[in-house]
């Protein structure tokens, strides 16, 4: 069963989100970028609102590949008491470093690793992730204006890159301005969840507020296409 995540900037839309049943809240700040971070105190807080069961990730922010900032961002979401720290890996810098600072983490907090389906990233990182003891690793887009992530990646290639996270053991996500109309196209291929923010949003907006009938619509389909084939999915 594919799940669906929704990323959320502060506590009112993280209490939306759960009262929706979504099945993984992220914490993250549109406005600040891709992954833009909220502040640390931000996120701890929403943690303890939340309900214990409730599964939370934390974006570390839109940092260049400097292991002492990776590692540093790093420890300060993972005390925030969430499920999953998410690290994008941004091209250029010190990947390897920065990927075994983040690893330093690993015992304690399950790292998920964020590689950008719009710099066309090479998925040799995917067996270093697992060595490095991350959880998961997962597609989005840098480029909130340049399409979604089905414009820049074959369906083919995201079956590569799911099967080669699956052959080491990794938790697998899909996002990057998905649209409801991505959705049937993309619950096939079985990844651990799809992730969105933009599509949640009023006017397709990523920095705007929530729309309830958005969520709805998208969760919605979810159970369409999982119970049995996707027979009246709506407008593709
Ligand atoms: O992790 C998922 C992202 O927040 C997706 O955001 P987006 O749908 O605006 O690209």
Redesign the pocket.
Known sequence: MTGM?A?VDCLDEALLIEALDVDII?L?Q?ARGALGALDVADVAAIVAALRPDTVVSATIGDLPMRPDLVGAAVAGMAATGVDYVKIGLFPGGDWSGSIAAAGRFADKQSLIAVLFADAQPDFSVVPLLAQAGFRGVML??MD?SGGSLTDWQSLERLERFLSLAREHALLTGL????RLADVPGLLPLAADYL?????LCRQHN?VAALDPARIDAIRALFSKVEVGGCVDCGPA
């Not at 996002?175 to 998905?178: F, N, T, V």
């Not at 992730?195 to 599509?199: D, I, K, L, V, Y």
Request: glycine content about 16%; cysteine-free; overall charge positive.
């Open positions: 995540l990323s992220d993250k549109p989005d887009t909130k996002a990057g301005s998905l992730g969105f923010r933009g599509a990523r």
